[in-house]
């Protein structure tokens, strides 16, 4: 069974760094076609995907995040830790942790297979 | 950037009826690279069609994606209470592969 879950704060202030995990059973994030994201859903906006770490070590950003976000993988813990710097409160919303299983190519074209629960994180001061 | 038009915004119906909810793409998407998730009240979205009309593991065969170009169809064909809910696109043809705004399909 795959499940994916997500933690970290659900509040941070604007300017400072978002630290989310995400800690999967069920796959392998070594296993060919393989990814490991996070999709944001904030209120009044289209779901956004956000960035994605690969099994072939390679990782996307979203263009909205610019120069942000980081992604790191721990295998052996099987987790992915998502880390947003300089927060703002257009960053409020709920991430989710996915799955992406058609990553075996060079040109990524994800689809999210399987969904965490979502955390919410609303940054405010 | 290849933007997605959702429509209607809000799909009225009772239980048993057939739902047809459209997806409308600003430029054309390759048909492979169409996926249309489900996001019921409190609930992460699930993965409902991939590649325009390949159901996902589990998805019940009342479910059914068509459409290719630029007009892409998702259709329930009888629906049952647990399919009131919220539906979203998302073309992944282009790299940042977004989603549509949404339709939501409540009970009449």
């Known amino acids: 069974q795959i499940t994916l879950k997500e933690s970290g704060p659900m509040l941070v202030k604007p300017t400072q760094t978002l630290t989310l995990t995400c800690t999967f059973s069920?796959?392998?994030?070594?296993?060919?076609?393989?990814?490991v994201g996070w999709v944001r859903q904030s209120p009044g906006q289209a779901l956004e995907w956000l960035a994605i770490i690969y099994w072939d070590d390679n990782d996307r950003y979203s263009p909205s995040l610019r120069s942000r976000a980081t992604l790191t993988r721990d295998t052996s813990k099987k987790q992915v830790v998502l880390t947003v710097t300089n927060m703002d409160p257009v960053d409020t919303g709920t991430y989710y942790c996915?799955?992406?299983?058609?990553?075996?190519?060079?040109?990524?074209?994800?689809?999210?297979?399987?969904w965490g629960q979502g955390t919410p994180v609303t940054v405010s001061s | 950037e290849i933007v997605l038009t959702q429509s209607p915004g809000t799909l009225s119906l009772s239980p048993g009826e057939r739902a047809t909810l459209s997806c409308r793409a600003s430029q054309s998407v390759s048909s492979r690279h169409l996926a249309w998730y489900q996001q019921r009240p409190g609930q992460a979205p699930r993965l409902l069609i991939y590649?325009?009309?390949s159901r996902a593991t589990g998805i019940p065969d009342r479910f059914s994606g068509s459409g290719s170009g630029t007009d892409f169809t998702l259709t329930i064909s009888r629906l049952e209470p647990e399919d009131f809910a919220v539906y979203y696109c998302q073309q992944y043809h282009s790299p940042r592969g977004m989603f549509g705004q949404g339709t939501k399909v409540e009970i009449k």
């Open positions: 996915v799955l992406v299983t058609n990553g075996a190519f060079s040109i990524k074209r994800p689809y999210f297979a399987h």
């Open positions: 590649d325009t009309s």
């Open positions: 069920g796959f392998s994030s070594t296993t060919r076609g393989v990814g």
